[in-house]
Nanobody, 121 residues
């Protein structure tokens, strides 16, 4: 059983910063791509940032230059440093990962439970 647990959300003023963390635990042989997604009320879930095991990153245009994704492969953890936060960044942020749980098994995609980020004065 694989679990992704996020932490670090909260309430912050516009222009402020937050750092999200997501740790994968359970039976894990390897983790491929990891990423962060978000869903605002009344909107569809959207990709925020992704990162490969080798560190190649991709960002949504709306967060480029403000957010930075990173990962610690030894700790099975992915981070999202969010600077210059705007009210439109308010959403539930979800961690995502492609995980191989058994040798000879299949890769499965997992989601965390989500963490709320609210940007408001």
């Amino acid at each position: 059983q694989v679990q992704l647990v996020e932490s670090g959300g909260g309430l912050v003023q516009p222009g402020g910063s937050l750092r999200l963390s997501c740790k994968a635990s359970g039976t894990i042989i390897s983790i491929n791509g990891m990423g962060w997604y978000r869903q605002a009320p009344g909107k569809e879930r959207e990709r925020v940032a992704t990162i490969t095991p080798g560190g190649r990153t991709g960002y949504a245009d709306s967060v480029k230059g403000r957010f930075t994704i990173s990962r610690d492969n030894a700790q099975n953890t992915v981070y999202l440093q969010m600077n210059g936060l705007k009210p439109e960044d308010t959403a539930v942020y979800y961690c995502n990962a492609d995980v191989l749980a058994y040798y000879g098994g299949s890769w499965y995609n997992y989601w965390g439970q989500g963490t709320q980020v609210t940007v408001s004065s």
